[in-house]
C-alpha cells in the first residue's frame, strides 16, 4: 500500500467492508466474466447465471449491512465511488422484480436471489472471515469462471490469489510505501525518517505522494475529500426522518442542528438555519470564532457530536461519505476535522490538507500492521483507529511536533483497546452512531493532551498500542466482533 488515497475512499453506507468490499468484488468478477469470454458486449457468451457464497461475518450481518445490495449492483457493472445511492437502489429494485441483471452493464443473465445468494452463516474460509465466492456458470450447467474474494476492512478487496500472494509474507517483509522516497514499516521508523530529513510527517507523506500524482492532483483530491465530508454533514443535518431497517431509529442530527443555531449568539443566522435555509457549513464559516458557543462552554462538544453523528445517519442511509478509515467509523475524522475548520483560529485550506496527510500516514500503520476490519479486532479497528487517527491529523494542525502527533495517535488509541463490535440486528447504527461522537471527542481530548500539556515523551508507543490492538483482535471471541451474535446485539430483543 503506497497511498493514503488507497485508505481514504469515497463510497456509500453503510459498511465498508459489508457494503463497498462486496460491491468492488462482484464488479471485478463481473468484468472478468466479460473479459474472459473475449466477444464484444451484447454478444451471447453463454453465461446462463452467477451464484454468489457468502461467508462468516458477511452472511451473519449482511442483510443489516446491505451486502445483498451491494452484490446486485456490482454484478450489473456499478462501483461505490461512481455511483450515486439512488441509481443503487433504482438497479437493485429493478434486478428483484424481473429476476435478471445485466452483467458488467453489458450481459442479460437470470438472477434469482432466493437460488443464486447463498447465505453460508455457519461457514467461514480460514484466509477470511468476510469470505465471498462467485461461480458463472453456462446454460449447459457447466462452471465457466469462479474466484474467492475477501473483503478486509476500509473497503480493501483481494482475490484468492492476490490474497495468498500480499498476507503470506511476513510483517517484516513488508512496507508501508515500498516504491516511494520514504518507505517505513512502523511508527519508529517514519519518525526516524523525519528526523533524517528534518520534516514533518506531512511532508514525509507528500513526498511520497508525489510519486505516484502531481501536486496538482494531490491537492485536489484533498479537497475532494473535505467536501464530500462537509457536504455529508451538512445532509446529514438537514435530513430528517427514520433510518432503514428494523428499528426504526430517527434521525437526531437535524434536531440537535437546530437546538444548537437557536442557542447562538447570532440569531438572524440562526433563524434562517432552523427554517432550513442555510446549510450548518455556511452557517458555521459565516460564524466568528466562539460566536456559536459562548453561552455554553461545551457546546463545541455537542457541536462536534452533531457532525458525527450527521455523517453516520447518512451512512447507515446508504448515503455518501468518505470511508475514513471504514464506514462504520466514518464520523470520526469529519467531525474533527470539521472542529478545526470551524473552531480552531487561523484554520485554513493549507491545515485541512495537512490534516488529512497525517491522520492517512497514522492509518496507514494501522493497515500495515494490524487490520481495519472488525470482522477480525473489533471496533477497536474501526473505532479506535479513527479516533487514533484523527486525534493525530489535529495534533499536527495545532503545530505539535512529529513525537507529539505519534502520541496523540498513542492516547487515542489506547483507551479504545478491546472495543467490541456489537451491532444490534447487524445494523450500522446501535452503538455504532454514537459510539462515533465518543471517538471524536477522545480524539480532540487526546491531542490537546499531547500538544498542550505533552513534550512527546510518553511510556508506551504508537508500535506498541497497535500490537497490543492486533493481539486483542486475535483474543477476543467471534461472538464479540462484527457478527451480532454477542455483547448489545443479544441482549436486545428486536421484536
Known amino acids: 500500500m503506497n497511498s493514503i488515497f488507497e485508505l481514504f475512499k469515497i463510497g456509500i453506507g453503510p459498511s465498508s467492508s459489508h457494503t463497498v468490499g462486496p460491491m468492488i468484488a462482484a464488479f471485478r468478477f463481473s468484468k472478468e466474466c466479460m473479459e474472459r469470454s473475449c466477444v464484444a458486449p451484447g454478444t451471447d457468451v453463454s453465461i446462463a447465471r452467477v451464484e454468489v457464497q457468502l461467508y462468516g461475518s458477511l452472511a451473519l450481518t449482511g442483510v443489516g449491512h446491505a451486502t445483498d445490495n451491494a452484490i446486485v449492483v456490482g454484478l450489473a457493472g456499478c462501483l461505490p465511488d461512481r455511483t450515486s445511492p439512488e441509481v443503487i437502489q433504482s438497479t437493485v429494485d429493478a434486478a428483484r422484480k424481473s429476476g435478471r441483471l445485466l452483467l458488467n452493464g453489458q450481459l442479460d443473465i437470470q438472477f434469482d436471489e432466493s437460488k443464486d445468494l447463498v447465505w453460508l452463516r455457519n461457514e467461514t474460509l480460514p484466509q477470511h472471515p468476510n469470505a465471498i465466492q462467485f461461480k458463472a456458470f453456462r446454460d449447459s450447467g457447466e462452471c465457466f469462471l469462479e474466484d474467492q ?127 432550513k435555509d442555510m446549510l450548518p457549513s455556511k452557517l458555521l464559516t459565516e460564524s466568528k470564532p466562539g460566536t456559536l458557543t459562548q453561552s455554553d462552554p461545551l457546546a463545541q462538544l455537542d457541536w462536534v457530536s452533531l457532525f458525527a453523528l450527521a455523517v453516520n445517519e447518512e451512512n447507515a442511509a446508504g448515503g455518501r461519505v468518505v470511508t475514513a478509515p471504514t464506514n462504520g467509523a466514518a464520523g470520526i475524522i469529519p467531525a474533527v476535522l470539521a472542529y478545526y475548520v470551524y473552531f480552531y483560529p487561523g484554520a485554513s485550506r493549507q491545515g485541512i490538507h495537512r490534516f488529512l496527510k497525517t491522520a492517512g500516514a497514522i492509518g496507514l500503520l494501522y493497515k500495515r500492521n494490524a487490520s481495519l476490519s472488525a470482522a477480525e479486532m473489533g471496533c477497536q479497528g474501526e473505532v479506535g483507529v479513527a479516533c487514533s487517527m484523527a486525534a493525530g491529523g489535529l495534533a499536527a494542525c495545532m503545530g505539535g511536533s512529529n513525537e507529539q502527533i505519534e502520541n496523540a495517535a498513542e492516547i487515542g488509541m489506547e483507551h479504545n483497546l478491546g472495543l467490541t463490535c456489537d451491532p444490534i440486528a447487524g445494523l450500522v447504527q446501535v452503538p455504532c452512531i454514537e459510539r462515533n461522537t465518543m471517538g471524536a471527542a477522545k480524539a480532540i481530548n487526546a491531542a490537546r493532551l499531547a500538544v498542550l500539556y505533552g513534550d512527546g515523551h510518553h511510556f508506551v508507543s504508537l508500535d506498541r498500542v497497535i500490537e497490543t490492538m492486533r493481539q486483542t483482535g486475535v483474543d477476543m471471541q467471534l461472538k464479540y466482533k462484527e457478527t451480532s451474535l454477542g455483547g448489545l446485539a443479544v441482549n436486545f430483543v428486536d421484536c
Open 149 to 275: 474474494y475477501f473483503s478486509t476492512g476500509g473497503g480493501f478487496v483481494y482475490s484468492r490469489e492476490e490474497f495468498d500472494r500480499n498476507f503470506a509474507k511476513s510483517s517484516s517483509d513488508l512496507v508501508v510505501g515500498d516504491s516511494v522516497p520514504y518507505p517505513f514499516r512502523n511508527a519508529k521508523e517514519l519518525l526516524q525518517m523525519c528526523r533524517g530529513a528534518s520534516a514533518s510527517i506531512e511532508s514525509l507523506i507528500q513526498a511520497n505522494e508525489l510519486t505516484l500524482r502531481s501536486e496538482l492532483e494531490i491537492d485536489s483530491q484533498l479537497d475532494l475529500l473535505w467536501s464530500v465530508m462537509s457536504n455529508c454533514i451538512d445532509r446529514g443535518c438537514m435530513s430528517s426522518g427514520i433510518l432503514p431497517g428494523s428499528l426504526k431509529v430517527p434521525r437526531r442530527a437535524p434536531g440537535i442542528f437546530g437546538k444548537l443555531s437557536q442557542q447562538s449568539a447570532l440569531s438572524e443566522l440562526a433563524e434562517l438555519a432552523v427554517s
